[in-house]
């Protein structure tokens, strides 16, 4: 089947389908990582899957910090199912094929939920500084409408942008090399296959990056620095490790995932920086989400106890 356009200038191939490279280069361990990446799918799945039912359904877990949690643990769900089942599909079948309107929907859910995860976790960090810096204040301001009003605005306020976002890239020509040297459809390396002038999308990445990723950490550090700053002041050892103990969780996933985006993206491009970045992009799009219910339980008695309640019914 010919899976190629000739452009009106008759000199270009365009590309109708893209090859995502993945792990074609260890083909020896092809199986191996079959198994590993199932395994860890299926950990994401009944581990985030756990936290969001024992948030909805244990009364000890009804506060707002659970509340974003439950919401938390389904994004993760959401946002590994994007890249997770298509790469088990290219380990399985070694098609590694992708058509472009396939790759235009994986991108954008890609995107939009990674812009979630980063608005959330803000929305999560102002739940802690209102919780330690305002706890008499907190039962008002952090009220269940706000509640659902903060993660309704994490969840859609990125829709817009990132939609027109995903058009401008897929609205330029791909010819010549159609192999994306990645597991998914990642921005970098799909605008790095386009024709022509490619200005506004990598003005657009840069801007997607200014508003949904570092106002958000400089947003988060700011909370911190405020917690931090109270903490201290607590009168003995015992309120400080408490009251550190209640966002020490939020703050190592915090680190984990906008720790390796970050890298990821704003790393200098040298000759190795291509399986850097698809080293990288695992943390973020996989072993985030795979460690987040192991750190929020493992460092939560609640959740634990909770846990225990559930098994030993």
């Not at 969840?155 to 040297?181: D, N």
Request: proline share 5%; net charge positive; glycine share 4%.
């Amino acid at each position: 089947m010919n899976h190629q356009e000739k452009s009106p200038q008759g000199n270009k191939t365009e590309w109708v389908e893209f090859v995502l490279l993945g792990f074609a280069n260890v083909p020896h361990l092809q199986w191996f990582l079959f198994g590993l990446f199932l395994s860890i799918y299926i950990v994401i799945l009944v581990s985030n899957g756990t936290i969001f039912l024992l948030s909805k359904i244990d009364p000890a877990l009804q506060s707002p910090m659970y509340f974003f949690l439950a919401n938390f643990s389904f994004l993760e769900i959401c946002y590994v199912s994007v890249t997770l089942p298509r790469m088990l599909i290219d380990l399985w079948t070694q098609r590694r094929r992708i058509s472009l309107l396939s790759c235009a929907t994986q991108m954008f859910f890609l995107v939009i939920l990674g812009t979630t995860e980063c608005l959330l976790l803000t929305v999560m960090a102002y739940d802690r500084y209102v919780a330690i810096c305002n706890p008499l204040h907190y039962p008002l301001v952090m009220n269940h409408r706000v509640c659902v009003q903060l993660v309704t605005g994490a969840w859609i306020t990125g829709i817009p942008f990132q939609i027109e976002q995903t058009y401008q890239i897929f609205s330029l020509t791909f010819c010549g090399s159609k192999v994306i040297e990645h597991f998914f459809c990642d921005v970098p390396p799909v605008l790095k296959l386009a024709c022509g002038d490619t200005s506004i999308s990598e003005m657009l990445l840069y801007v997607a990056a200014i508003l949904f990723v570092t106002i958000p950490f400089l947003l988060i550090l700011g909370s911190y620095s405020k917690i931090i700053s109270t903490i201290l002041k607590l009168p003995s050892t015992t309120s400080q490790t408490k009251a550190f103990s209640t966002c020490s969780s939020h703050l190592m996933v915090v680190i984990l995932f906008f720790g390796s985006a970050t890298i990821s993206y704003l790393r200098p491009k040298t000759s190795h920086s291509e399986e850097t970045g698809k080293v990288l992009s695992l943390f973020y799009t996989i072993l985030t989400p795979m460690f987040n219910p192991m750190i929020y339980s493992l460092r939560n008695k609640d959740v634990i106890m909770a846990l225990r309640k559930l098994l030993y019914k």
